[in-house]
């Protein structure tokens, strides 16, 4: 596998150099937030990818050949770099300038081939009819980022869900864990890995908890997580809750007078804490938005992606997944 993944390797990073080069000249510099997108074909193992990212992420010397990428160690402010599952190996990007309510995208042209400096073998890695291509049909890519702190006894289909839902979005979501160990047992024994560890100073647009009885009782406890809620709800940030983990919101001591739904073991928790407990299935008040348990994850996954990104946004994500019409319908 290594073998076969070095040639593609070189290629995209040839191509992502390629890509920041030609934006950072148009936009000026770093008056631009850039979203570059790289499609991994099944070929390319899990290490060969984390590789993937760690080059990718300091661009500075754009220019250099694709065999020293690996030496350019100061990265470039306004660059972030997410992984995208294709057939082939290929390279997108989204120029976003301006604030979140005015953003504007710019295209990359799609007339790039890869320049001689590239690693042996890197043109026959590529489909030579289009090295860069936009595959992200009428779904945006990210203007959002979300983090989900992940703990030990997290219900593991509302983790998974949630960021499942949100990156289809074309969402940018940080899998954060508490502690070193990866990866962690869910609910139901099954394994999750985690992409990092959580320090609390972290930034996104989204801060969604999944529940899980022992798992929604750990982030609960965990001051990181507290703090970062604190700092979300302070700053007007979207807080997604479900299941167990609206205890978490009620623990920072943001839920008083707020509505609020949870999963029925809770309720005397969330009552305590203040909120006007509801037993609908999700419930939205302002920038908090919290829903019921398991049963309801997608519907909430897509709500959320409603509330960022809009209806249209959610409903395209909605369509292929083939749900039974009113799934994912909300207000």
């Known amino acids: 596998m290594p073998g076969e993944a070095q040639p593609w390797v070189a290629a995209a990073l ?61 990265p470039m402010p306004g660059v972030s770099i997410r992984m995208q599952p294709m057939d082939i190996p290929a ?9 979140s309510t005015g953003n504007h995208e710019t295209s990359v042209p799609t007339t790039h081939t890869p320049p001689p ?26 203007s959002i980022t979300a983090i989900l702190p992940l703990a030990e006894g997290v219900e593991e289909s509302e983790a998974v869900i949630l960021v499942d839902v949100l990156r289809r979005s074309g969402a940018h979501v940080q899998v954060l864990g508490l502690s070193k160990k990866n990866p962690i047992v869910a609910s139901r024994g099954v394994l999750l890995t985690s992409e990092g560890l959580l320090t609390g100073q972290e930034e996104a647009d989204l801060l969604m908890l999944p529940g899980g009885t022992a798992g929604a009782e750990r982030l609960a406890s965990d001051e ?47 009552e305590q804490a203040g909120a006007v407990y509801t037993e609908t299935s999700i419930a939205v008040d302002d920038h908090l938005v919290t ?3 398991p049963g309801v994850s997608f ?32 207000q």
């Open 14 to 74: 040839v191509l992502v150099a390629m890509v920041v080069t030609e934006i950072m000249a148009v936009t000026g510099g770093g008056t631009a937030a850039m979203v570059v997108t790289v499609g991994v074909p099944d070929m390319v193992s899990t290490q060969a990818t984390e590789s993937i990212l760690v080059m990718m992420d300091v661009t500075t010397a754009c220019n250099a050949p694709a065999s020293n990428a690996q030496d350019t160690v100061d």
């Open 91 to 99: 390279v997108t990007a989204r120029v976003l300038t301006g604030n």
């Open 117 to 142: 400096t590239a690693a042996k073998g890197a043109e026959d890695a590529l489909n030579p009819s289009s090295s860069i291509i936009d595959h992200t049909s009428n779904i945006p890519m990210p």
């Open 224 to 270: 990181r997580v507290l703090e970062m809620v604190r700092r979300f709800h302070n700053q007007g940030k979207w807080l997604g809750a479900i299941c167990a983990a609206p205890i978490v919101l009620a623990a920072a001591g943001i839920l008083s007078g707020r509505k609020v739904t949870s999963h029925p073991s809770v309720r005397k928790t969330i």
């Open 291 to 293: 829903g019921r348990g």
């Open 299 to 330: 519907e909430f996954a897509l709500q959320l992606v409603h509330r960022l990104l809009g209806k249209e946004v959610a409903e395209n994500v909605r369509k292929p997944m083939m749900f039974a019409e009113e799934v994912g319908r909300g």
